[in-house]
């Protein structure tokens, strides 16, 4: 229902919101870049800890970036430098509008692009190194 009521404000996802925080998108999870950390919820039962959100971490700290599981909450996400969603179906996926504002500069950040390349560069491998047959 989130994500149908995101596609009729012409949106292409909505933010779970719960107690003041970001919890998730309708299919993916938030990620926010908020004072040069990138901040995503913890783990717990009100996220579904996905694949993708778990190897995105992972290339971040890889590249040393300060990551922390840690709720951002409603005014951190208004003022975050950059948001982007990540999930099977996103990918990573930059958030430029948030309720018809700007995000940061309003086009897709540094960090957010360089996990948006790592991250293809991470698929990339590991469809390289599968092989399948019958």
Excluded: W
Excluded at 13 to 38: Q, Y
Excluded at 107 to 114: D, H, M, N, R, Y
Excluded at 124 to 133: F, L
């Amino acid at each position: 229902m989130a994500k149908q009521a995101a596609a009729e404000r012409g949106a292409v996802d909505s933010i779970m919101m719960r107690d003041g925080v970001a919890t998730e998108g309708s299919h993916a999870n938030v990620f926010a870049i908020v004072d040069g950390v990138l901040r995503t919820h913890p783990t717990n039962n009100l996220i579904l800890a996905g694949i993708t959100r778990a190897v995105v971490i992972d290339i971040a700290r890889e590249r040393g970036l300060t990551v922390r599981e840690d709720a951002v909450s409603d005014a951190e996400l208004r003022r975050a430098d950059e948001i982007f969603l990540a999930g099977t179906t996103t990918d990573v996926m930059p958030i430029v509008t948030l309720d018809d504002h700007p995000v940061g500069s309003g086009s897709p950040g540094e960090i957010t692009t360089q996990l948006v390349r790592a991250f293809r560069e991470y698929l990339d491998a590991a469809c390289s190194a599968s092989t399948v047959t019958p």
